[in-house]
T-cell receptor
Framework: DTGVSQDPRHKITKRGQNVTFRCDPI?????LYWYRQTLGQGPEFLTY????????KSRLLSDRFSAERPKGSFSTLEIQRTEQGDSAMYLC??????????????FGQGTRLTVV | KQEVTQIPAALSVPEGENLVLNCSFT??????LQWFRQDPGKGLTSLLL?????REQTSGRLNASLDKSSGRSTLYIAASQPGDSATYLC?????????????FGQGTTLQVKP
């Protein structure tokens, strides 16, 4: 198992363009999370999947953001009509959930987005 | 509303010193608490997970303690090394349900000088 993998590692885009990020979780993990981190801050929760179901979305996730997890495996996070305020590190995490389960979260290396 | 605070925001120590990083949280109804390390421009590496029923966890030179009643956790690093320089983040699950979504402190940036 190679851990949580994110692609790309870095993305520079012009304002108004659409971008898509991919996350491959640890294979046996049924839970997948997206977080956003700006400089000097801790990560902030964006959205969460259990298997293929998106169970929760933060108010931080505007209607320009959409996330999917088809077939409960990899996930994509798309940002439409990017704005400079979207510049941040986007982190993906996965865990093995379940009632009373040990929910240690494992993170990927992140995708650094710069909107110019 | 759960809030997580880490003090100090930054810390600089000479190599070899033992040090303590602090994490406090406002809602004691947590399932667990997790400590992470983050190198500049990188993702998060899980260091230690303490379940709510545990008082402490150890991994090598790291020891994390948890006092739910007072809403505090500490991360103790023994015999610090320059390679320990990084930002250390603590996080607790948001809400009383075990969904696993985390709320983080702002981190303590540690510099260990040779």
């Amino acid at each position: 198992d190679t851990g949580v993998s994110q692609d790309p590692r870095h993305k520079i885009t012009k304002r108004g363009q659409n971008v898509t990020f991919r996350c491959d979780p640890i294979s046996e993990h049924n839970r997948l999370y997206w977080y956003r981190q700006t400089l000097g801050q801790g990560p902030e929760f964006l959205t969460y999947f259990q298997n293929e179901a998106q169970l929760e979305k933060s108010r931080l996730l505007s209607d320009r953001f959409s996330a999917e997890r088809p077939k409960g495996s990899f996930s994509t996070l798309e940002i439409q009509r990017t704005e400079q305020g979207d510049s941040a590190m986007y982190l993906c995490a996965s865990s093995l959930g379940g009632a009373g389960g040990r929910t240690e979260a494992f993170f990927g290396q992140g995708t650094r987005l710069t909107v110019v | 509303k759960q809030e997580v605070t880490q003090i100090p925001a930054a810390l600089s120590v000479p190599e070899g010193e033992n040090l303590v990083l602090n994490c406090s949280f406002t809602d004691s109804a947590i399932y667990n608490l997790q400590w992470f390390r983050q190198d500049p421009g990188k993702g998060l590496t899980s260091l230690l997970l303490i379940q709510s029923s545990q008082r402490e966890q150890t991994s090598g030179r790291l020891n994390a303690s948890l006092d739910k009643s007072s809403g505090r956790s500490t991360l103790y690093i023994a015999a610090s090394q320059p390679g320990d320089s990084a930002t250390y983040l603590c996080a607790v699950p948001l809400g009383s349900s075990n969904t696993g979504k985390l709320i983080f402190g702002q981190g303590t940036t540690l510099q260990v000088k040779p």
